[in-house]
């Protein structure tokens, strides 16, 4: 299983969720998204893989958000995976990404990443 998670370190939900997903003996993919910010490309494939339009991945009580003089129209997709690259503190976190299956979790809360890893918590039987 190929596991990538959008992590920053100093958030306790993507903290709990990368211990849950290693907890699981899987250890992850880790992108540090605030040194390495995702691709606007990128940014909407994940949308998809969560079901979500990109205002989804908003986090809205971001000051950095809040104070935005250049946001696009919450609507456009395409230019707010533009703007969110560019803004990458402003993207929820953390995502968690199945590679080999082309599914994806919030890890609001934490042990949403259950659904990626199984019932079994990812151990193989």
């Known amino acids: 299983m190929t596991i990538t998670i959008y992590h920053n370190p100093r958030c306790s939900k993507s903290r709990k969720t990368l211990e849950l997903i290693r907890s ?6 880790i992108v540090a998204y605030l040194d390495t910010p995702p691709s ?9 893989m969560l079901e ?3 205002n989804k991945l908003l ?14 129209s919450l609507d456009d997709d395409q230019a707010l995976a533009d703007w969110l690259a560019q803004h990458p503190r402003v993207i929820e976190r ?4 199945d590679e080999a299956n082309g599914r ?9 990443v259950l659904e990626l890893l199984g019932s079994d918590g990812g151990r193989p039987e």
């Open 52 to 54: 979500i339009p990109v």
């Open 104 to 112: 994806a979790v919030m890890g609001r809360p934490p042990e949403n």
């Open 59 to 72: 986090r809205r009580g971001e000051a950095e958000f809040r104070e935005a003089g250049d946001l696009p």
């Open 24 to 29: 699981a003996d899987i250890e992850p993919k």
């Open 40 to 48: 606007a490309d990128r940014i909407l494939i994940l949308a998809r």
């Open 94 to 97: 953390p995502v968690v990404v």
